[in-house]
């Protein structure tokens, strides 16, 4: 019998939602980076299987953020407006020893592509995907992910506001979007379509302002928001992709925009959809009078609890500096002209805009602590928390560094109230977070963090222990400090591999780790093509040959994701 | 010195072969080249500096030097690791002619090494830089541009010289979904106090003395905001308030106006202001209608290394990792200062041509420096013989993978030609492999403990 090689994970306490395990003492074994189920005893050969005592440790799937933004120009652009951020920061040292070598890095609120798989992967999560890519700027988002380590990556393609998109929307072209959406997925090696602010980012780069309402025509395309987002909604079910739409709604940011969000929500009723960032479309109150600022968090979550096509992600404010980088144009424009900051702004031809702003959250400032509590009445109002997944929109709200603080937050009530009363006195008036009492368990994060981002994301080998799963685990002292515990895993695994030892990053950049990066191809109507090209050739700048991304591009290995309907 | 060779065109006989040319910041993508008589012939559309950037020359035939002697490649690799591990103060320096994969290489041997980086960006782009940290950036493609815009302004820059085939490609002449007229939707001004090409295609010249630009910008920014301005001298500045004026109406009025600037406008010290004054000028033209500023940027890959740079490090030049980690200060780590300062004793360049930035004569000056160069052949100007050279495989032919236009969009970068010399990317690998491994089999586990 071939020698196995073999790997034990003994008797700690596995918190694995998926497959119903609730910190339960057990084993897991891993063999060519899946986990496995336990070998036969005549097969093992006790020589070559590698144990690892997780005696009282608690254990769960690595960690799968849906939403964040860590590669490609809008990123870059931020990493090189702001050094006074990364100077303040603690920096990552490289390391070179016989054992292996490790990059250095700048942190801050935009880390440097090492540091990032770095930070990530300290932190115990082994997937992150990047939520806002303009199909022309997916070779440089797959450049930036070959230079981030540890974490298998992947990102969403804007198409809320690409021309050949609003035309045939428009025109009423359901099969040609449909072949559209398809070829610029697999052009892009993208994973999911995104759509930020539909239309909006169109009338802003034409010089007209943004669009308010869900049914205002787009200048210049005559389709509405609501037409938009229908109409992709149903294309990415049409190829069953296995992440739907990632939608950023229109009126991002504005008090009373929660109307527009729900309208949203009505429009695609009985379609599948994920609302991203939901806390920043959550206002109540006057667009042009602060004052009349409040949460509809609840609002929204009623609707959200009666209806299960829907999922969110939360996009938590935490309190202090960041930086807000968006494919929204018009809303970088808008935190300019409040916060008087420093603006970014870069707008990619016929698809995509961006505008980049630093930005400070003060905890006395009301709008900023407002913010903060309608990020934790979402995650404390749904009910289901399969369908809602934890993230700061990753450096919007704040960076992902600031994770083990919801955790705490979440489960522990009078570390919440505490914090609660250290903010503005008039946030407790404006929303009901003080009144929620519900503390998550570890279960609860277990599923927020990892098991419901992965099903969310549709993919079937990440966010669980189960056999067939990528060996991915994170194992965690259990803490009384929260904030602790999760903070300063004691053991990552990715692949079956041990990349971080008690907060030491064991990379070998003489044998990088293989990550992989995760993207769809749909069939689509390949007869569609050459009208695209056609198009493509009047409107680009460069010739249709040199827009797919290259094949040997792309991350060391790559993960398709599958385009089959699968049970939900 | 290097004898002559031939390097042979890869391409398929006969047939006209689509290239990228990296001959300036354009990196026009619709030129062709085929293959005639052993050398390359390219269809460049007009483009006289493509046509002579795509061309095949004979080439060197040995690929390492040591002491200016030809040496085995793997010799010179090994001399290179050895002079650069045992360096105090390493200046790595250039990517200009490097694709982003050979970039990233320079990158990690910079890390490794501890050394200073700084890429030619510090000599003409540096301001814009600095202004992109104070005030921010507003850009868009260069789609953007042809697609929409109706006020184009050349700002110290002259493309029709400098980036031949901007004007008609993207900005000047082409139509385009809201200009669909193409130049007779366009509203083109020029404003530089030197001789311009490109104003005898403009509607406007405007010539500011020499060194007056900051007034002018400073002037318009007042009138787009609506401010008094008081003691604008108009005969010192070179250009009148009302044509002034006139301008700032204009700008207001556009319904999609660009600002390109050029080398000219960033010449001298103190100029990031002039760099910063453009951009806030958009960021003032915002308030009324779309406006932009960019750069026009330099022949090669500036753009992409200097992305990578940043990407891997967070700062895009001007850098050092003496500590085990990025530290940013122009000026301070700007190759310029270290080398005239004598600070560095090794200089890595890789990719550019040093004599169009460096002095030679301080290699043998009091400030001496052992030279290091990985590239294309250095010119003869370059006097003193470095103490490794190792020619590479010539980048506008025969180089592959990723190049990033002026306008951060990036381009497949495909060989036209096969060269007897080494890819740069894999003289570069072998490079990092060899350092990482004297290091390692140096450093005492204790260090490690230790730091």
């Given at each position: 019998m071939a020698r196995r090689d073999l790997t034990v994970l003994e008797s700690g306490i596995v918190h694995d939602p998926a497959n119903g395990i609730d910190g339960v003492v057990k084993d897991l074994w891993m063999e060519n980076g899946k986990i496995i189920s336990p070998p036969a005893r005549l097969e093992r050969d006790e020589s070559n299987v590698r144990r690892i005592d997780a005696t009282g440790y608690v254990v769960m799937p690595g960690g799968v953020d849906i939403h964040s933004h860590i590669a490609g120009p809008k990123v870059n652009l931020a990493r090189r407006m702001r050094p006074e951020d990364k100077r303040q920061s603690i920096p990552v040292e490289r390391r070179v020893s016989a054992f292996g070598a490790t990059r250095s890095g700048s942190t801050g609120s935009v880390p440097s592509t090492f540091a990032t798989g770095y930070l990530y992967s300290g932190l115990g999560y082994t997937t992150a995907f990047d939520a806002a890519i303009a199909p022309l700027a997916a070779r440089h988002a797959h450049e930036e992910f070959r230079d981030t380590p540890l974490i298998d990556k992947g990102f969403f393609i804007l198409l809320g506001n690409n021309h050949y998109v609003l035309t045939q929307i428009a025109k009423g072209e359901r099969e040609r979007l449909r072949a559209f959406a398809g070829w610029i997925l697999q052009a892009a090696g993208a994973h999911a379509i995104k759509v930020v602010n539909p239309g909006g980012v169109e009338a802003w780069k034409s010089g007209m302002g943004n669009i308010h309402s869900l049914d205002e025509p787009v200048p210049?395309?005559?389709?509405t928001a609501r037409q938009v987002v229908t109409g992709l909604a149903q294309a990415a079910m049409d190829m069953n992709l296995p992440h739907p739409i990632h939608l950023h709604c229109n009126?991002?940011?504005?008090?009373?925009n929660f109307n527009t969000t729900l309208g949203t929500m009505r429009a695609l009723e009985g379609r599948r959809a994920h609302f991203t960032h939901i806390q920043f479309h959550s206002y109540g109150g006057e667009a042009l009078d602060q004052s009349t600022f409040c949460s509809k968090a609840p609002e929204l979550a009623e609707w959200f609890n009666n209806h299960p096509e829907i999922t969110v992600d939360v996009g938590q404010v935490m309190f202090g500096e960041t930086t807000s980088m968006t494919g929204d144009g018009p809303l970088g424009y808008f935190l300019h002209k409040v916060t008087g900051r420093r603006w970014t702004s870069a707008d990619t031809e016929l698809e995509a805009g961006c505008g980049i702003v630093p930005i400070t959250y003060r905890e006395k400032k009301l709008v900023h602590a407002l913010q903060w509590a309608i990020g934790l009445e979402w995650y404390l109002l749904a009910r289901d928390p399969w369908r809602i997944a934890m993230s700061t929109d990753h450096p919007n709200g704040g960076s992902f560094l600031a994770y083990p603080e919801i955790i705490a937050l979440l489960m522990d009530r009078g570390y919440r109230n505490e914090a609660l009363n250290a903010t503005h006195p008039g946030v407790k008036a404006r929303c009901r977070l003080a009144d929620l009492d519900r503390e998550y368990t570890l279960n609860e994060i277990a599923i927020i963090t990892r098991a419901a981002p992965a099903r969310m994301l549709g993919l079937a080998t990440k966010g669980h222990l189960g056999p067939g799963a990528d060996a991915d685990i994170t194992l965690y002292q259990p803490d009384h400090d929260k904030r602790r515990m999760f903070a300063l895993p004691r053991m990552v695994i990715k692949a079956g591999r041990l990349v971080v030892d008690d907060g030491n990053i064991l990379s070998d950049e003489s044998a990088p780790h293989p990550t992989r990066t995760w993207m769809v191809r749909p069939d689509f109507d390949r007869d569609a093509v050459p009208d695209i090209r056609t198009w493509f050739e009047n409107h680009y700048t460069l010739r249709f040959d040199n827009y797919p991304v290259e094949r040997e591009r792309l991350a060391p290995v790559e993960a398709l994701a599958p385009c089959e309907k699968t049970a939900r | 010195m290097a004898s002559r060779d031939k390097t042979d065109p890869?391409?398929?006989?006969?047939s006209a072969t689509p290239a990228v040319c990296t001959g300036c910041g354009c990196l026009c993508d619709d030129v062709t080249v085929s293959p005639s008589g052993g050398s390359l012939v390219a269809n460049t559309h007009g483009c006289a500096k493509g046509k002579y950037w795509l061309e095949l020359r004979p080439g060197p035939k040995v690929s390492a030097f040591l002491n200016g002697r030809p040496a085995p490649l793997k010799k010179a690799i090994n001399a290179a690791a050895d002079i650069l591990w045992k360096s105090n103060n390493p200046l790595v320096f250039g990517l200009e002619q490097v694709t982003c994969e050979s970039a990233a290489k320079v990158v990690a041997i910079s890390d490794w090494l501890g050394a200073n980086l700084d890429t030619t960006a510090s000599f003409n782009q540096g301001p814009t830089g600095l202004a992109f940290q104070g005030v921010g950036e507003i850009s868009c493609s260069l789609g953007e541009v042809r697609n929409r815009a109706d006020l184009i302004l050349f700002w110290g820059a002259d493309p029709l010289v400098t980036h031949p085939r901007h004007t008609s490609r993207y900005s000047i002449d082409p139509p385009g979904v809201h200009v669909p007229l193409g130049r007779k939707n366009r509203f083109v001004v020029v404003i530089d106090s030197e001789a311009n090409q490109t104003a005898s295609q403009a509607d406007l010249w405007l010539r500011p003395k020499p060194g007056r630009d900051f007034e002018l910008i400073w002037a318009l920014r007042a009138m787009i905001q609506g401010r008094e301005i008081a003691g604008y001298d108009s005969a010192a500045n070179g250009v009148g308030l009302e044509e002034l004026e006139g301008l700032a109406h204009r700008l207001k009025g556009c319904r999609f106006g660009v600002l390109f600037f050029g080398d000219r406008l960033l010449a001298?010290?103190?100029?990031h202001l002039n760099a910063d004054g453009a951009v806030s000028l958009a960021h003032d033209i915002n308030a009324h209608t779309r406006f932009y500023a960019r750069p026009l940027r330099r022949a090669g890959n500036p753009m992409g290394s200097e992305s990578v740079t940043c990407w891997q490090t967070?700062?895009?030049?001007?850098?050092?990792?003496?500590?085990?980690f990025p530290r940013y200060n122009p000026g301070e780590f700007t190759a310029r200062r270290l080398i005239n300062s004598g600070e560095s004793d090794v200089l890595l360049t890789v990719g550019v041509s040093p004599g169009d930035y460096l002095n030679?004569?301080?290699?043998?000056?009091?400030?001496s420096f052992q030279h290091i160069h990985i590239g294309d052949g250095l010119p003869d100007e370059w006097q003193s013989p470095p103490k490794v050279e190792i020619r590479t495989a010539p980048f506008a032919t025969a180089a592959s993978g990723t190049v990033y236009r002026m306008d951060d969009i990036s381009l497949p970068l495909r060989p036209l030609s096969m060269s007897q010399l080494p890819d740069m990317e894999q003289v570069l690998t072998e490079l990092e492999g060899t350092i990482l491994e004297r290091m390692r089999n140096s450093s005492p586990p204790t260090e490690m403990a230790a730091s």
């Open positions: 210049h395309f005559g389709c009126n991002l940011g504005l008090p009373g | 890869i391409l398929p006989n006969n001298g010290p103190g100029h967070g700062y895009p030049f001007g850098l050092n990792l003496a500590r085990g030679s004569g301080n290699a043998n000056g009091p400030h």
